[in-house]
């Protein structure tokens, strides 16, 4: 079956994060025909297309890049998602990282109803964990003071760590008056074409890189943050009232964003 995937990554005012996150598509065991990387630079052009389009040239995997004028990782998203041709999505942040096998693994199980999902773990330390810039090494192994897992259940409403096909997403687009929460919006509402989510046999991991001065990790006022979590919250109750939506689905995704909202008051 001839399956391909397009690998949407946003990226502002990148650092050398974005080559580390690269590398790593590089090192896919998934022939290079059988996906393509989309870039979107959003914000500030220069001095970041400069650095970007020479280092492409660099990989062998087939590459596209977007320069977007507004910033926002919601609209660059949705400008990627018009522009790839793909059957199967996944979305990566520019600082994070996959496993060689994290192509392929869930390939295997993504379907036009099934979505799969990886392991998901969170390191801290600015490291470089890969081996080689050649494809056939494999990553050297995190230390458990490295790393931490995530439990697959709560890491379900973050838009990454999945392979989705094209038809689940149909017209569905981030919403670009969030700057937090886009992710749970975006997965409750194409919920409802989500008949189950697969893990892979063989292990494909997705690397979150806590990086501290990330747009998710920014302090932001409680003000802001309530208006976020209420504007969410509205729009979650408006799927409720629609047809062919798990309601129980859907009222732990308002629960979800209540309790991160309180939690920012501590």
Avoid: W
Avoid at 34 to 43: P, T
Avoid at 158 to 175: Q, V, W
Avoid at 240 to 246: A, D, E, R, S, V
């Amino acid at each position: 079956m001839n399956k391909k995937i397009a690998i949407i990554i946003p990226t502002h005012k990148p650092q050398t994060y974005l080559k580390r996150c690269l590398d790593s598509l590089e090192m896919q065991t998934l022939p290079k025909e059988k996906f393509c990387v989309y870039i979107a630079l959003n914000g500030d052009r220069y001095p970041y297309e400069n650095e970007i389009l020479p280092s492409l040239k660099l990989y062998s995997f087939n590459s596209k890049y977007i320069y977007i004028k507004e910033s926002g990782v919601s609209n660059a998203r949705n400008k990627l998602i018009n522009y790839s041709k793909e059957e199967f999505i996944t979305f990566i942040d520019d600082d994070d990282l996959v496993s060689p096998n994290y192509l392929s693994n869930l390939l295997e199980v993504s379907t036009q109803e099934y979505v799969g999902i990886a392991k998901v773990y969170n390191f801290r330390k600015s490291i470089n964990i890969l081996t080689s810039h050649s494809i056939g090494r494999l990553y050297e192994k995190l230390s458990p003071s490295e790393t931490s897992k995530l439990n697959t259940r709560k890491y379900y409403s973050p838009i990454c760590a999945k392979l989705i096909h094209r038809n689940i997403i149909g017209d569905t687009r981030f919403d670009t008056h969030l700057k937090n929460g886009e992710d749970s919006l975006f997965m409750a509402t194409i919920s409802k074409n989500i008949k189950k989510l697969c893990k892979p046999c063989n292990e494909a991991c997705y690397y979150v890189y806590e990086r501290p001065n990330s747009a998710s990790r920014r302090k932001t006022l409680f003000s802001y943050r309530l208006k976020n979590s209420a504007y969410v919250i509205r729009e979650c109750f408006k799927l409720l009232m629609l047809p062919g939506y798990n309601k129980l689905f859907i009222l732990t995704r308002i629960l979800a964003t209540l309790k991160k909202l309180m939690m920012g008051l501590n």
